[in-house]
């Protein structure tokens, strides 16, 4: 017993993040202050990230990665569990943390639209109490970096998505944080302007800051992070590896068509078929994508054709490796 | 997507088109005002607000020991002014709301007819501002001892429906402004203020300088005030018949430069894409 | 807090002391910059309190006697453009952070909230100042006021300390609003309440009794009256002396500056307990 306490807080010394038995409910109270409802958002997940590791947390919305980011950035403090972030504690050293951490909101939210990229940098930089001198230094700096220098002195809200996505990320930076999170960083921005962050992303992490990442999109999980959690209703079901996580669908190969004029009742037949582990379907544009996970593998394209309805077209198909995202979808269904 | 709609529409069925329009315009500038979602706010433009207001100008004609026709002048004239934010400041803020939420954008890319939009947002507002001079009044006389024993209950309620009426065609006007500009809300607020200056509300505009007498008369509030008092102490509808006429007037032609300034505004906006800035 | 170690005791003060004023400029600094990015907000400024002005002095009109008369009404006009502006933009300071999405941000800065709230209420009421100035400018040039004041220093004293009883009752009012939505209400039908109140145009002594708590009970009512007792010639308001006046104007400053910190207090707990500021 006194062993496994030694050696457990080695490890919450060496850990950035250290998180053990982390819970958090909701309750919702009525007119009268009597608790009308109570949500469980996190129940009791453990996870550690060490320096300079770039981890990634996973899930759908409502699974609780708002929640567990909030609670790890002092904004939020657990109902129950413990928390480390570089060796403080969530619950009491706020200020501490706070001064020690950069975080990126996902979104439009986070930024003072109406005066410039370079004033919106300064506020910042004197919230977070630095120097006014190295602030001087650090903020052409860090425009420069993101590709703002241009256009510093203009109002924000003439920038593009992209372009403000990327002030977010200098604004994280201000204060040279050590450890920084990153909150759906890509969320609504185009192919280039989510390519642009990802560089920015492996660009931090060469220069040895710890990162944890949440997003939705799985193959920027897996090009990016080194281990990934994955959490589904409140609790961590899997964490490892992007490669380790893909064997645990080594099982399945997964039929992908494109079809023309498929509805949701071919999707239906397709889930009836024998041996088909599950269907994913993107029937919204005029061509559609359907995802076949089975572990028949080309057995299956028979079955998978003849159940095609008169007047729907297939135009093309092919067997493909399982992908994070095929893992991903396993393990959250379940 | 070819439309045959629109093109070959009868008379009859434009018109109809125009009245669901009308009528879906009534219903969001119902919902669509945030302002009253809330029955604090209600409290607040019923309550608080005219009685407070009443009350600072009663106390300091009361302070300057102006005889009880002057205080009850000004009491009169505040319980009608008290309908200003409902009728203009709320009614501008429909369009800010609009923008707000993001919502605008979507709103000028139907079809719908403008006038029908445009005037359909504001009725609620008519009944509403209504209400709120009509509790003015009741103060007026509950609270800062005006007299109603001879007042034409008729004739106040006529006078009051107008001039919310005429007055919402004010806030209308300042919504056009506020569909370009992220003033309107600022310009309402002022329009409040001015009211209290210009229209009779606390002295009688023959005391403003020359220059100022016209301006007063564009607003239609100042017909109200004027009106209201004559209605107050007895006046039969008949002898309120030529106020009430001009303030009908000015309210139709504050309408028509509002839909003007609407349409106009709505095809600058196209041209500068400015629907989204707030 | 071993990271501290290091420093003496005086560096830390030092530090600290160093690290408030930067925020309160950084905010001042911020406040005046969306401010003037926006300068159709000069409108209200200039605008709004030239037509109270107005209206005071058509209500006056006939009635005054002198030049003190007029300098009476010019401050309590003054006195409420100031009013007006501390109430309704300081409560709106934090709040805007709500409807601008950057609480969050804000929230995860590693300074107490109050800070970054009173540089922005000092803006505002600042704001109020120039205000105040601007009826005063209407006052002399248009008006022909006359501004012999019985005695400038004190004028000067009760003024400043005015300001700071207003800023702080700006910072107790953002409070208001970021513990709930209805503050916009609260501080939206207080406007015209507070002017009566506070005796800018008429004296609280003409009010109803049921109003007097109320009145007392803002210190600007005591400053209003510290203010004209040191411009006016002959005033007579409330039975109180200047310095009577002044003292019971800081006493409740202090208090509000301590219901607002205990405040802000509460509600950045409350907000990290339930993880949000957005739902009250």
């Known amino acids: 017993m006194q062993v496994l306490q030694t050696s457990r807080e080695a490890a919450t010394q060496k850990a950035a993040i250290s998180v053990q038995g982390l819970t958090r409910e909701y309750v919702t109270r009525n007119f009268f202050g009597g608790v009308s409802r109570t949500t469980m958002a996190l129940s009791g997940i453990d996870f550690q990230v060490g320096y300079g590791e770039l981890f990634g947390l996973i899930g759908p919305n409502g699974a609780g990665k708002t929640t567990t980011i909030k609670i790890l950035t002092t904004l939020l403090t657990p109902t129950g569990g413990d928390a480390k972030i570089l060796g403080l504690d969530v619950r009491k050293d706020l200020y501490e943390i706070r001064r020690r951490i950069g975080i990126v909101f996902g979104g439009e939210r986070g930024l003072y639209n109406r005066v410039s990229a370079f004033d919106n940098l300064r506020y910042f930089s004197d919230l977070y109490g630095v120097d006014p001198a190295v602030a001087r230094k650090r903020i052409p700096e860090l425009l420069s970096v993101v590709g703002l220098t241009d256009r510093a002195q203009e109002k924000v809200e003439k920038y593009s998505r992209g372009m403000k996505q990327r002030l977010h990320i200098a604004k994280a930076l201000v204060h040279d944080p050590e450890l920084i999170f990153l909150d759906e960083p890509t969320i609504g921005l185009d192919p280039g302007g989510a390519r642009d962050i990802r560089n920015m992303v492996r660009e931090l992490k060469a220069q040895g800051k710890t990162i944890l990442l949440t997003t939705h999109y799985m193959f920027e999980a897996e090009e990016l992070c080194q281990r990934i959690a994955v959490i589904s209703k409140g609790k961590i079901v899997a964490l490892d590896t992007p490669s380790e996580l893909k064997n645990m669908v080594r099982d399945i190969s997964v039929i992908e068509l494109r079809t023309y004029g498929a509805t949701m009742e071919y999707v239906e037949a397709l889930r009836r078929l024998p041996n088909v582990v599950r269907v994913v379907a993107d029937l919204d544009s005029e061509q559609q994508s359907i995802r076949v996970q089975t572990p028949l593998g080309a057995d299956l394209l028979p079955m998978v054709a003849a159940a095609l309805p008169a007047g729907a077209k297939m135009i093309d198909r092919t067997i493909k490796e399982p992908t994070l995202e095929d893992a991903y979808l396993r393990l959250v269904e379940e | 997507m070819k439309s045959t709609e629109g093109r070959g529409l009868s008379a009859d069925s434009r018109l109809l088109m125009a009245w669901r329009v009308f009528r879906g315009a009534f219903f969001f500038g119902r919902k669509g005002l945030i302002i009253w979602d809330s029955w604090d706010m209600w409290v607040m433009q019923i309550v608080i607000t005219p009685i407070a207001q009443i009350g600072f100008f009663a106390f300091l004609s009361i302070y300057l020991k102006y005889p009880t026709s002057v205080t009850q002048f000004i009491v009169i004239g505040n319980a009608l002014q008290s309908m200003s934010f409902s009728a203009v400041f709320a009614v501008a803020n429909i369009t800010s709301q609009d923008k707000w939420q993001g919502t605008l954008p979507s709103t000028m890319v139907t079809p719908a007819n403008r006038v029908a939009l445009f005037v359909g947002r504001a009725w609620f507002q008519v009944l509403l501002s209504a209400l709120i001079a009509a509790a003015g009044l009741l103060y007026a006389g509950g609270i800062f001892g005006v007299s109603f024993a001879e007042a034409n209950f008729v004739g106040i309620a006529v006078v009051v429906l107008l001039t919310s009426a005429a007055m919402i065609s004010f806030g209308l006007l300042i919504s056009a402004v506020g569909l370009y500009m992220r003033t309107a809300l600022i310009v309402a607020n002022i329009f409040l203020f001015v009211t209290l200056l210009l229209s009779g509300v606390n002295f009688p505009v023959s005391e403003l300088p020359g220059w100022l007498q016209p301006v007063a008369w564009v607003i239609p509030l100042t017909y109200g005030t004027e009106a209201v008092r004559m209605a107050i102490s007895g006046a039969s509808l008949q002898s309120l018949l030529p106020v009430l006429g001009w303030e009908a007037l000015d309210g139709l032609l504050v309408l028509v430069v509002g839909f003007a300034l609407f349409s106009g505004f709505e095809s600058l906006s196209r041209k500068t894409g400015r629907f989204e800035e707030y | ?280």
Do not use: C, H
Request: glycine fraction near 8%; proline fraction near 5%; avoid cysteine.
């Open chain 3, 1 to 280: 807090m071993a990271s501290m170690g290091s420093l003496t005791p005086g560096r830390q003060v030092e530090g600290r002391v160093n690290k408030i004023i930067q925020v309160l400029k950084a905010s001042v600094f911020l406040t005046s910059r969306l401010f003037f990015a926006d300068p159709q907000w000069l409108i209200p400024n200039i605008i709004a309190p030239f037509i109270f002005t107005m209206v005071a002095f058509f209500l006056f009109q006939g009635q005054t006697s002198g030049s003190a008369f007029l300098l009476y009404l010019v401050l309590g006009s003054g006195l409420m453009g100031m009013w007006g502006t501390t109430i309704y933009a300081s409560a709106n300071s934090i709040g805007f952070d709500r409807w601008n999405g950057t609480m969050e941000s804000t929230l995860a800065a590693p300074v107490p909230l109050s800070w970054i709230a009173l540089g922005r209420v000092l803006f505002n009421t600042l704001q109020g100042v120039l205000n105040a100035v601007f009826i005063l400018v209407i006052g002399l040039v248009w008006f022909r006021v006359g501004f012999g004041l019985v005695n400038p220093p004190a004028f000067f004293l009760a003024s400043v300390v005015t300001f700071i009883s207003l800023s702080s009752f700006g910072l107790l009012m953002t409070t208001l609003l970021l513990l709930s939505r209805k503050g916009g209400f609260i501080t939206n039908s207080m406007e015209i309440p507070v002017y009566i109140a506070t005796g800018t145009m008429f004296p609280v002594i003409l009010l109803p009794v049921v109003y007097l708590p109320f009145a007392f009970m803002l210190a600007p009512t005591w400053g209003i009256e510290a203010i004209r007792l040191a411009a006016l010639p002959g005033y007579v308001g409330l039975p109180t002396t200047y310095w009577e006046d002044m003292v019971v104007m800081v006493l409740e400053t202090f208090a509000y500056l301590g219901l607002a910190f205990f405040l802000f207090k509460r509600v950045e707990a409350y907000a990290k307990r339930m993880g949000t500021l957005e739902e009250y």
